[in-house]
């Protein structure tokens, strides 16, 4: 059996690494002998000219430094000031300096490089997400002819956006050197065939061959999804303590989410504000939890986030709070899963409203996590990737703040029944589609293609 090698931008350090991609390889990396490289998340002066062992795991894991020039130029410039906006649909956001492209390339030159002394011709390669899309092309060119192949995250931008990059035609040439390209949803499949028509010379072949300069490509979707089982039962046995009890009485409504442009917290909020300025009823009847750890703070568009949506918070405490009711909490801290599963329980609405989003694990996570027999209720962005599979939710608009708070209201007078019904649906897509059905289907797919 050929090894596994995965790639991906932060390597999962510490003595028993968990997290949704860690379960999902694991098994695969285990059984092959795999490896995974990545970012140790260390910025030093001297990265060195190595790859560095971690021990410790039931894989090999091996790890590079970045100096400061790179992580800036590399992962806050090209990755998350051009790409990461770029694809959620925000190119006004985007912030173009040469500088970020050549970085960017230098990085995933720098990665094939340490990468080569480790390979063996009989590997299989799978890099992960938008920080690599060059690696596949620097491997190429190293001589490299193991299958290689890419899963993308988030989502992939349509040809209007995608012509916004600054370098369009050199994205669709790093794409051809891969064997298998994976999205998260058709939507994804759809704009990459149709940015590749009308940027490249991209043929269309079949449903899921194309041809990219001169080179034969498979593309698919793959929805990711959680580790099903372990959610369930995290949930289920969440200590009564773990939970929070906000007050006797009123419906807990919960969003957990990165304190991100992309996830529409505030289109939220504002949905949520009209919710209680429309149905005075409710006061009093309803409590919002919003757990939104910051990240990615070095980015100027990260902390315009953080004051928009502490800012509607205090005004929506301000205009509708009582001696007796907070009617929403935003807690800016990452949560244990344990914690978060129990809350998830607990909570009679998740809201789960981006703008843009690759998949969402919280909407599946949030499902996972429901008493069978007494359920809470989805409410859905049409612009997750999720929306595709889980249609028993209450499928909204986060543009459209009276679409949102009419599912809030909905959810909140939905009758046991249906609300079973619908969680019985949405339960047996996340159990059956779990993390572990994505990675075999993926590379199931990828050993077709080469
Ligand atoms: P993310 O944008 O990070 O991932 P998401 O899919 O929602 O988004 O995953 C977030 C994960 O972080 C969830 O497992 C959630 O439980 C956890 N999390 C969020 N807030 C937390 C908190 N306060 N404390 C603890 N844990 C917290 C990217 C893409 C997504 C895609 C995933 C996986 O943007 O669209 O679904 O990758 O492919």
């Known amino acids: ?34 490896v995974w490289i990545g970012f140790s ?11 560095q062992d971690h021990p410790g795991a039931p894989f090999q894991r091996l790890s590079f430094d970045l100096n400061s020039e790179d992580h800036e130029r590399y992962y806050l410039g090209y990755s998350n000031s051009i790409l ?4 959620h649909g925000r190119p006004d956001l985007m912030r173009i300096r040469p500088e970020f492209v050549d970085g960017y390339r230098q990085v995933n030159r720098r990665i094939a490089d340490l990468m080569i002394p480790h390979l063996r011709d009989d590997d299989r390669i799978w890099v992960q997400d938008y920080h690599l899309f060059p690696l596949a092309a620097e491997l190429r060119a190293r001589g490299v002819t193991a299958p290689i192949g890419h899963f993308l995250h988030i989502p992939f931008p349509g040809p209007a956006d995608c012509g916004a990059l600054p370098n369009p035609e050199e994205l669709f040439d790093w794409l051809s050197h891969y064997d298998l390209l994976g999205f998260q949803a058709e ?38 999804g959680i580790d099903a089982a372990d959610f369930i039962a995290e949930a289920k046995d969440a200590p009564d303590e773990d939970r929070m009890r906000i007050l006797t009485g009123a419906k807990m409504m919960i969003g957990v989410d990165r304190l991100d442009y992309s996830k529409g917290i505030p289109h939220r909020f504002r949905a949520y504000q009209l919710l209680l300025e429309k149905i005075p009823d409710l006061h009093e009847k309803i409590s919002f939890l919003q757990i939104a750890p910051p990240t990615r703070g070095e980015v100027e ?20 709070a009582s001696l007796n009711w907070t009617p929403i909490r935003f807690i800016h801290r990452s949560m244990p899963r344990h914690v978060l599963a129990g809350l998830y329980r607990q909570a009679r609405i998740g809201l789960v409203t981006p703008l843009a989003d690759g998949m969402n694990l919280v909407a599946k996570e949030y499902v996972a996590a429901q008493d069978p027999d007494d359920p809470g209720v989805l409410v859905l962005s049409r612009f997750a990737g ?25 959810a909140m007078r939905m009758t046991l029944e249906e609300r079973r019904e619908r969680h019985s649906r949405l339960l047996k897509g996340v159990v059956e589609q779990d993390i572990a059905w994505w990675s075999r289907a993926y590379l ?6 080469s």
């Not at 194309?210 to 698919?220: D, P």
């Not at 568009?301 to 509708?320: C, K, P, S, V």
């Not at 599979?389 to 209201?409: F, K, V």
Request: proline content about 5%; hydrophobic content about 40%; overall charge negative.
């Open 444 to 449: 199931t797919t990828l050993d077709q293609a």
């Open 84 to 87: 990461w906006p770029l694809c």
């Open 301 to 320: 568009a990260y902390q315009d986030i953080r004051e928009e949506t502490e800012h509607l918070a205090g005004r929506i405490n301000g205009q509708f």
């Open 187 to 224: 939507r994804d499949l759809g704009a990459f065939a149709e940015s590749g028509r009308q940027l490249s010379d991209m043929d269309h072949l079949s449903d899921t061959k194309f041809r990219l300069s001169g080179r034969l490509l498979r593309a698919g979707v793959f929805p990711i």
């Open 1 to 34: 059996m050929s090894r596994l090698i995965v790639v991906s931008n932060r390597l999962p350090l510490g003595e028993n690494p968990s997290g949704g991609l860690v379960v999902a390889l694991e098994d695969a990396l285990r059984s092959s002998g795999g």
């Open 386 to 410: 999720a929306a595709e599979t889980m249609e028993d939710a209450l499928i909204i608009n986060p543009h459209d703040p009276s679409d949102t708070a009419g599912a809030m209201a909905q």
């Open 41 to 51: 998340g260390e910025v030093t002066e001297n990265p060195g000219d190595s790859l």
